[in-house]
């Protein structure tokens, strides 16, 4: 078809190329072969006439020449789809799939890649922080990897290369952030007011996070040391854990103020 379409664009830039030749040539030179027909002498017009004949018929042999091409490769391209169709045939019943079952294999695997490029575009801080969604797309990638129609060719490489995106491509660590406690006689330090820092929290009620993040170093949370190095957890809300573990802290300060009125020792839990 392309062809076909190039032949008859090349014949009307020829023919627009003689007119506008033809349209420039000057009344004192009739009977010129290259000037337009009225200034021809009659045997001149007749070549012309016969010379515009024999390109149409060569056009025309031609055209008939590609067209049967086309309708050849019209029939093959029928053919060919009818033995892909033929050969997918078996190779679902193979896979005990259907073609339903493909569609819907072929929909989840897009909305997967289509994650994984919604993730590409996050910074790394983001990323960092969503990285049990990170795991959880490759779990969902890999249930898919299970599936017997992962197999085709149509879906292997690129479940391959999706899991080479996810992972590594979309792991990411969390800084870690430090802070080395200095003296409380020049600044005051103290899990809550470390807390309570703007570069770090902002907000001393997170204390126990630093706390529970440095079991570790930090027995009492009352006591902390110049020149230790504490890890400063990710900004957020309290877990579980620390939620528990304030509110113990805070039972046995209760118990053991009331011990001192009552001059009486309080067990430690």
């Known amino acids: 078809m392309k062809k076909i379409i190039s032949v008859f664009i090349i014949v009307f830039l020829t023919v627009l190329l003689n007119l506008d030749i033809f349209a420039q040539c000057p009344n004192d030179m009739k009977g010129d072969p290259n000037c337009p027909d009225p200034q021809l002498y009659e045997d001149q017009a007749v070549i012309r006439i016969q010379n515009f004949k024999e390109k149409i018929k060569a056009l025309e042999v031609e055209l008939s020449s590609l067209s049967g091409e086309y309708e050849t490769l ?153 020149g230790q190095i504490l890890t400063i957890p990710e900004p957020g809300p309290k877990t579980p854990e620390e939620i528990k573990a304030e509110r113990r802290y805070w039972r046995q300060k209760r118990q053991a103020m009331e011990a001192k009125e009552n001059n009486t020792p309080t067990q430690q839990q």
């Open 74 to 226: 019209v029939q093959k391209l029928e053919t060919t789809k009818a033995n892909l169709k033929d050969c997918n045939d078996e190779l679902f019943k193979m896979l005990g799939a259907t073609s339903s079952d493909i569609e819907a294999f072929r929909e989840k695997l897009g909305k997967i890649e289509g994650k994984v490029r919604e993730m590409q575009r996050l910074s790394d801080d983001v990323l960092a922080d969503r990285q049990d969604d990170v795991y959880a797309l490759e779990s969902e990638l890999n249930e898919l990897r299970k599936e017997k129609i992962a197999l085709l060719p149509e879906f292997y490489n690129k479940i391959i290369r999706l899991a080479k995106e996810i992972n590594p491509g979309l792991i990411r660590q969390k800084k870690i952030r430090q802070y080395i406690v200095k003296s409380w006689f020049e600044n005051k330090d103290c899990l809550w007011n470390i807390s309570g820092n703007v570069d770090i929290y902002g907000d001393p009620l997170q204390w126990s996070k630093i706390w529970q993040a440095n079991t570790n170093i930090i027995r009492n949370p009352d006591i902390i040391h110049p």
